[in-house]
């Protein structure tokens, strides 16, 4: 009897261990886990959110993960060697309509989350607590949130007016431009915060790939910061943002070959209000005007009196071709009815033709010869186009 215990507590022994083991090369024994999230959803009674981040070890691979949601609460854990920034969303509402919330997935640390989902451009609004990763993170959180309260601000007040039935055009401008000044001040503040915080990992969740300060900021960064838990993630970025910095360079300093004076016109064939196509070879015989423009812009508005002035002084010798960039269907023919103007109308319906001329500001004004080649460009609304083109056209 003896015996029969002591090789029963072996086989016991045995296969308690091999359980173990199986478990560990499954991942699931309990504090394998190095990241752990959980949370609360407001208005979510059942759902799933999706999780997705991708990692960079060794090669880039996207990972996504579903987390059930019971009465609006959440749990989640995994395993991470390095950080990676992760986007939470609803699988009740689609991404072309909300793109969630997105935050670093950390190592080590754990998250504690509230907020509601369903709202686009609301994240700010959201909770983040949680271990001292996350708390460091809720502080620079705070000091942000005034400038995406004015982002959401802007983007209620666009939403708003189009439902009102109000001008589009004029609210997509007062959007636009609202965002550009909220994003200068902010781009300034945020990379004030990241260069005085160079110990912070929680700073890093300011740097955008886009920044031009991004690499001055991860080279002014602690190499604990630099080589620590962020490394793989500020080492892809770095590529990155290296990548677009050559590029600004090289935007700068290369010739703008489509637009050099005597250059032939790049062609284009472009579609007119009717259905029909325009030919940019049928303008040859005339000196003739690109002007990139749209309904959104202000200043290409408040051009057109003198355009149509000068329109009516040289129709005889100068065909001018207006080409709205970035418009809707409707804004566009709207815009077309109220200013009326008499010379010919296309829109860029991708974007072609303001690409293969160069053109990144509106309203430009490209001159042609009756030959088809490029004389001047004209960028924004002044005298000097008037004054060159009576220069060229005056008797």
């Known amino acids: 009897m003896k015996r029969f215990f002591e090789r029963l507590k072996c086989r016991t022994a045995g296969a308690v261990l091999a359980v173990v083991l199986t478990a560990m090369a499954c991942g699931t024994v309990a504090g394998r886990d190095n990241f752990r999230m959980s949370g609360t959803l407001e208005g979510v009674d059942k759902d799933v959110l999706l999780i997705e981040y991708i990692t960079f070890e060794p090669d880039r691979k996207v990972v996504r993960k579903r987390v059930d949601v019971r009465d609006g609460r959440f749990e989640f854990s995994t395993s991470l060697k390095n950080a990676w920034l992760g986007q939470l969303r609803l699988k009740s509402v689609p991404e072309r309509s909300n793109k969630g919330f997105f935050i670093y997935l950390v190592p080590d640390e754990e998250l504690t989350l509230h907020g509601d989902l369903r709202a686009g451009g609301e994240s700010h609004k959201f909770e983040v607590g949680g271990s001292s990763y996350y708390q460091d993170l809720a502080q620079v959180r705070e000091f942000t949130r005034p400038y995406q309260e004015e982002f959401a601000a802007a983007a209620r007040a666009f939403s708003e007016g189009t439902d009102a039935g109000k001008d589009a055009s004029m609210l997509l401008h007062e959007r636009l431009r609202a965002d550009r000044e909220i994003g200068e001040q902010y781009g300034r503040v945020c990379e004030a915060y990241v260069m005085s915080h160079p110990e912070s990992e929680a700073a890093y969740s300011l740097v955008n790939l886009n920044d031009s300060w991004g690499i001055a900021a991860i080279e002014n960064m602690a190499p604990e910061v630099r080589e620590g838990r962020f490394a793989r993630k500020i080492a892809q970025d770095l590529k990155v943002m290296q990548m677009i910095a050559l590029k600004r360079m090289a935007a700068k300093t290369r010739p703008a070959s489509m637009m050099a004076q005597g250059r032939q016109m790049p062609p284009f064939r472009l ?125």
């Not at 015989?285 to 003198?306: E, H, M, N, Q, T």
């Not at 804004?331 to 008499?342: N, T, V, Y």
């Not at 609304?381 to 083109?389: M, P, R, T, V």
């Open 271 to 395: 579609r007119t209000p009717e259905g029909g196509f325009f030919q940019s070879d049928s303008l040859r015989g005339k000196y003739a005007v690109l002007d990139f423009w749209g309904s959104w812009c202000v200043w290409c508005i408040r051009g057109i009196p003198k355009m149509k002035k000068t329109y009516e002084l040289y129709s005889d010798r100068l065909n001018i071709v207006s080409i709205a960039c970035s418009d809707t269907e409707r804004a566009w023919r709207s815009a077309l009815k109220r200013h009326r103007m008499p010379w010919t109308q296309v829109i860029s319906d991708d974007r072609t033709a303001e690409t293969a001329y160069n053109v990144r500001s509106y309203p430009t004004k490209v001159v042609i010869d009756p030959e088809g080649k490029v004389l001047r460009v004209f960028k924004g609304e002044g005298e000097d186009f008037y004054e060159y083109l009576e220069e060229l056209l005056g008797e």
